[in-house]
């Protein structure tokens, strides 16, 4: 058995793990694949180092099959494929008593807070498993936790046919908003500098603008009759994404903030004001997400073969990060996990 364990200071160790059998309410799982997303990368890059406990196993996207079932737990049978929804509440908060305890404010985020899906064999809550047709394709499987991810945040910015949508970046979770908005029938328009990541926008039929090459206000208004964007999804957190989104929403539009803020931005609320805009921050998911996501999956409503790029040996964690580091011109990358 083994795992990924992060150690610190953009240490990252392929090592044998310990196998944990499932207590009460738990299921152990084999996980077959893992997907890297941002979020493991800030964590490579220590940004998350006041939350990690290293050495501390990576990784929260994932899809695998039942290995073996704690007492208490019904439902499931080993082989059940499976995904996981890597979030624990604490059910006491103001938030879990609201009703939102997927945004707890002690939330245990696997892979962040707790040991990941980056090992071959993991136990999990089985509260947190999301079962998956029998005859799902396994890699594609791996991609329903930022699809589930995707469809909160179109859901959240209540989009609706034939809307001006914007989505500024087209990262894996940019990539996927636009593609869900326009799967619902809104008019959709994806601001990407990186030509690589452009140009993949492109293939699989998006819209795409170089806000370094074009002045991205004026092309929306003209795309709009100067009315501007229904709704614009921020999903790069970067200061340039931010002091640009209030420039492209109209009169009680929508900005749906999407991307990680690693530090404050600069925001025109001036423009927010005098055109009421309606901001809203949207993290995580829900379950209702994730069988949304589970049903886009089967029904192969992405091109998702276009959008994972490669899959590869979890011993390669370590040299992917330092190629995602260099600029890499890759998507989304898989890591095999086990057979």
Known sequence: MKGAFYEGNKRVRVAETQLQPPGPGQVRLKVVYGGICGTDYHVYLGHMDHRVKAPQVMGHEMSGEVAEIGEGVPGFKVGDKIVVRPLESCQQCPACRAGHSYICHRLNVFGVDSHGAFQDT????????????????????????????????????????????????????????????????????????????????????LNVVNPQETDLSKYVAEQTGTAAADAVFEVTGSAAGAEMMTGLVRTRGRIVIVGIFAEPAMVNLRQVMMREIHMLGVRMYQPEDFEAAISLVTAKAFPLDRLISDVRPLEQLPATFEEIGRGANFLKILLKCGD
């Open 122 to 205: 993991w136990t999990v809550p089985a509260h947190t498993l999301h079962h998956l047709p029998d005859n799902i394709d396994m890699r594609e499987a791996a991609m329903i936790e930022p699809i589930a991810v995707a469809s909160h945040d179109v859901r959240l910015g209540q989009v609706t046919e034939k809307e001006y949508v914007v989505v500024l970046g087209a990262g894996p979770i940019g990539m996927l908003v636009a593609l869900l908005a326009k799967l619902k029938g809104a008019r959709v328009l994806i601001a990407e500098v990186n030509k690589f990541r452009g140009n993949l926008a492109r293939e699989v039929g």
